[in-house]
């Protein structure tokens, strides 16, 4: 049987995988100019010829005038052609120079780096049907993820997370115990313990390398008497009486969400509150075939579903799991009020309670 080819289909396919071409080939040119400062020496100088920005960071021009040209042809900076002079605008500067911004986006090109670092290991995984642990990934990926969820945590987190939750804004401002739990380098914990400093958060994470690195970040935010570290799975960290557990971007990963979240319910306190933040997703397939689900189907596939296949139960949420099969988790674990307290473009927050 002889199939017929609409050609235009083909070529509409082949533009598109000429970008992802061109997008994959570029992603360590994007880590080099972040490693060389490039995106940073741009920022505000207005148009600068390639030997000019050479000259501000102390690179080769030869190399840099490709790299210049690479990213202008990608729409990261901005060329003109009549003075030969690149620039980048106020909107490229928001999402490549400045790590205060929600928008920065460099932490993902760490994230991308380590994929390719394990890709060995994911393609077994694939193979056997095996799991791949986090602690088993490179370390880019964990500084990938804390840089990559840290600019959206900062806008978000204080502003518009916590108020969205019944209650729990007030109780934090007067102080109050929090477990941030599945923290990894602690970003979440010391932004919670930086804007309530009459509460204490107490950070918990499997990953031992991870908990060694939060301990240092917190004593360099000046935020070490209001935090704790220690190395603990979700289903077995201690303490009791907490008025706030948080889990940021984790459930998911979790082998067994269901006794994650059965063991959060028993740690709080009678009134107490469960944060779910977790990637933005519907709760159909076809709701999710969009940029972002994309990104997140393939978080998924290669770091999230290997995660919680290497652990007891295995459930695999996945990345893109939705409110619905999220809230039956909440709800078999025991909790009896679940809803969606707000989201952004990126997270969705759910509140459970008791």
């Excluded at 908990?211 to 240092?216: F, G, L, N, P, S």
Aim: charged residues 25%; negative net charge.
């Amino acid at each position: 049987m002889t199939t017929a080819v609409d050609d235009a289909k083909l070529a509409a396919f082949m533009e598109r995988a000429l970008g992802d071409m061109g997008a994959i080939i570029s992603a360590p040119l994007v880590r080099i100019g972040e490693q060389l400062g490039l995106y940073k020496a741009m920022a505000g100088a207005g148009p600068l010829t390639a030997h000019e920005v050479a000259e501000r960071v102390g690179a080769a021009e030869p190399h840099l005038r490709e790299w210049l040209r690479n990213q202008a042809a990608g729409g990261y900076v901005d060329y003109d052609a009549k003075t030969n002079r690149f620039s980048l605008s106020a909107e490229q500067a928001l999402a490549l120079a400045d790590e205060d911004s929600p928008a920065y986006i460099l932490g993902a090109y760490d994230v991308i780096a380590s994929l390719f670092a394990d890709e060995p290991k994911i393609l077994e995984a694939f193979r056997t049907g095996a799991g791949l642990g986090w602690h088993e990934h490179h370390p880019l990926l964990f500084r990938g993820t804390e840089r990559f969820f840290r600019p959206s945590y900062r806008a978000s987190l204080v502003a518009d997370w916590i108020p969205a939750l019944d209650g729990v804004e007030t109780k934090l401002e007067r102080g109050a115990k929090v477990a941030d739990i599945g923290c990894g380098h602690g970003a979440s914990t010391m932004l919670l313990a930086e804007a309530f400093p009459n509460t204490r958060v107490y950070g918990f994470d499997y990953h031992e390398p991870s908990i060694r690195r939060a301990v240092e970040e917190a004593a360099l935010a000046g935020v070490a008497e209001r935090t704790r570290f220690a190395t603990a799975a979700a289903k077995d960290y201690p303490g009791t009486a907490y008025d706030l557990v948080c889990a940021f971007d984790c459930l998911h990963d979790m082998g067994d969400p269901v006794g994650a979240a059965a063991h959060v319910l028993e740690s709080l306190a009678p009134d107490g509150t469960f944060m779910v933040v977790e990637p933005y997703a519907g709760d159909r397939v076809e709701d999710n075939l969009t940029p972002v689900g994309r990104v997140f189907y393939g978080a998924s596939a290669t770091i999230c579903t290997p995660a919680s296949l290497s652990q007891e139960v295995g459930l695999a949420l996945g990345a893109q799991a939705g409110e619905t099969v999220l809230s039956d988790v909440l709800k078999e674990a025991g909790f009896t009020r679940v809803r969606r307290a707000t989201e952004t473009p990126f997270n969705m927050v759910l509140e459970a309670r008791p």
